[in-house]
Each structure stands twice: as structure tokens, then as C-alpha cells.
């Protein structure tokens, strides 16, 4: 039959002699804080626009090639960790960075494969939940592989460590600086009908930016969420392509936030802060 959605008001059974529909729907029509009505009257994340990507924009930025099984030339590769291992590849060409290969693997010895297959010069992997593997990883790569550690004192700069194979970052601010490749189309993906597409476009677009309001303060501060955490379909609600996309951000800015410039030492901007979470 036909799919139906609904929201489930959580107040409306918790005091239905105080809270009626009348008055939520009120509520929505003059609040002044709708991340909060969201987040604590129906219990929906509150998300813009402009603080996600689309799986449009993401078909709109595919190629004519297809993935490569290995480059001469030197790319760099972004991973994250989940129920298996998520990496994609980049190089540079004519200007933008090419996606030439978009994996997922089950043994992190497969990621020695890519190291070497596509002359991988920088890799950033996210060190959490699984560090012991992204360490040992790191280990057999001196100074090409680097473990990422979200920190909240990294506003507007990538902190990196040589020595230890590690950068630091806030991940807000790292995801809007890989946000901001796509919105200014300075990236290109293989080919739409590569049969792994569908999926890498559903967890790009997976994440979104919400504003958060303190309503006892009043302070502000963004976190980005899943806006399909709630999808029980198996695979429908990972993110862990968008975390990869990015590290390889990361990996090949080496040290320059695209949305900030050059690096700089900040803990506010615009009077807005930064929370970070994983």
C-alpha cells in the first residue's frame, strides 16, 4: 500500500491535560527558537538547506570516467573505520580533485594494497573507535599516514603532529571545509553508473549542520547530525563515506582549512562556537 509518515509528539502522552496539539501547533507558528521546538516538542532534528549536501549535488559532480585500479601518479586517501573499512582515493587533475576509487574493505591489510597500487602520499584515518588498527596502520607508513583526533581547541587549523603520525581537528569545522569542496564544485566523482554511486551518495549526504541554541543562555553552536538515524533500512543511515571524503580532505589540504585559509589560531567566530562529537 501507500507509505505513510508521521511524527510521534512525545509531550502530547506525557501531559495530555496541559499539552494539545492546539498548542504545539502554536508553538511552532512563534517560537523564536525552532531548534529547540524540534529537538524537544517533536523530537525531530531541526536542519537548513545550506547545511547539507544533496545526493543531487553529488550525481551533479559525476565524471565521465570510471575508478582506476592504480595511479602512477600520487594521490592521497581518506579513511574511516565502521562495521567495515571505508576509504576514497583522490588525485589532482586539471584543477579539481578526482574521486578515482571508492572502496570498502574488510582486512585493513587491504589499505596496504591501496597505499601502494595508487601511490598514496598522504592518508589521513580516523583514530576513533578503532585505534589500535588505525595506529598499527599508521605505524608501517612514516610520515604518509596520519591518525585524526577530534579536539575541540583546533578551531580553523589542523594541528599536525609529525613525530607521533597524528592531526587534530574540530569536526564541525573539518566537515564544512569538505562541505565546501562540493558546494563550490571543486571535486569530481566517477561515473553515476559506477555500481557503488548510489550508496557513496546516500552517506554524503547523510550529515547535516544544526544549529543548537542554549535556552537558558542563549549561546549557539553547530553539530553536525544524521538526518537518517532513524532509517532501520541495514546501510541506509552510515555516514562513514562522508567522514572519509572527509579526511582525504584533510589529507590533501595538508594544513589549509578551505573554509578558513591559511592556518590561523581562533576560538569564535562570528560569535558562534564550535562543539565537536563522534
Not at 512525545?10 to 523564536?32: D, G, M, P
Not at 571508492?102 to 597505499?115: F, H, K, R, S
Not at 547535516?208 to 538515524?229: C, M
Request: proline residues 4%; aromatic residues 12%; neutral net charge.
Amino acid at each position: 500500500g501507500r507509505e505513510i509518515s508521521s511524527y510521534s509528539y512525545s509531550q502530547l502522552f506525557a501531559n495530555e491535560s496541559t499539552v494539545s496539539a492546539a498548542s504545539i501547533l502554536k508553538q511552532y507558528r512563534i517560537t523564536s527558537f525552532p531548534q529547540i521546538f524540534y529537538a524537544y516538542t517533536i523530537g525531530q532534528p531541526f536542519v537548513t538547506a545550506e547545511g547539507r549536501i544533496s545526493k543531487e549535488e553529488i550525481y551533479a559532480l559525476c565524471g565521465d570516467f570510471y575508478m582506476e585500479e592504480f595511479s602512477v601518479a600520487p594521490c592521497s586517501m581518506g579513511v574511516d573505520i565502521g562495521d567495515k573499512i571505508y576509504y576514497v582515493i583522490s588525485r589532482h587533475v586539471g584543477g579539481k580533485r578526482h574521486y578515482i576509487k571508492i572502496g570498502i574493505c574488510l582486512d585493513p591489510d587491504e589499505l596496504e594494497v591501496m597505499m601502494e597500487s595508487y601511490h598514496v602520499s598522504r592518508c589521513v584515518i580516523d583514530a576513533r573507535p578503532e585505534k589500535r588498527v588505525a595506529i598499527a596502520f599508521a605505524a608501517k607508513y612514516q610520515r604518509r599516514v596520519y591518525c585524526n583526533y577530534v579536539q575541540g581547541d583546533t578551531i580553523g587549523t589542523y594541528k599536525w603532529n609529525e613525530d607521533e603520525q597524528r592531526v587534530s581537528s574540530d569536526k564541525v569545522e573539518h566537515l564544512d571545509a569538505s562541505g565546501l569542496m562540493i558546494k563550490q564544485k571543486r571535486v569530481v566523482f566517477p561515473h553515476r553508473s559506477t555500481p557503488c554511486m548510489e550508496e557513496f551518495a546516500t552517506q554524503m549526504s547523510s550529515l547535516a549542520r544544526r544549529l543548537e541554541v542554549d535556552p537558558r543562555t542563549g549561546d549557539t553552536w553547530y553539530l553536525y547530525v544524521n538526518i537518517n538515524s532513524n532509517n532501520i533500512e541495514v546501510g541506509k543511515n552510515a555516514d562513514h563515506w562522508r567522514n572519509a571524503f572527509s579526511y582525504d580532505v584533510m589529507a590533501y589540504d595538508e594544513g589549509t582549512n578551505p573554509v578558513h585559509g591559511p592556518l590561523q589560531s581562533r576560538t569564535r567566530q562570528s560569535g558562534i562556537m564550535s562543539r565537536y562529537g563522534h
